[in-house]
């Protein structure tokens, strides 16, 4: 597994201008990827939660066959009063 190299804690960096004194800064420069931000994988969770709540919702298409004496859905609750 590769070392992740952070910058040096008084690194001078400011957007491109590297700080060839941080041993981050020369790998930058000599055109090492830089790290994925939290963003990345902040979206591909919600966007996967998302997959998952749209096919539970799928699962959960009621057809009202579960009706109960009162006759109302027992499932989705169609059919109830709340008055």
Not at 13 to 37: H, I, M, Q
């Amino acid at each position: 597994m590769k070392q992740i190299i952070k910058h040096k804690p008084d690194c001078k960096r400011v957007f491109k201008n590297y700080d060839l004194t941080c041993e981050r800064c020369k790998e930058l420069a000599t055109g090492s990827a830089p790290r994925e931000g939290w963003q990345k994988s902040f979206y591909e969770n919600k966007e996967r939660n998302a997959r998952i709540a749209r096919a539970f919702d799928e699962s959960q298409k009621c057809n009202h066959n579960n009706q109960n004496a009162g006759g109302y859905c027992m499932t989705c609750g169609r059919g109830r009063d709340f008055s």
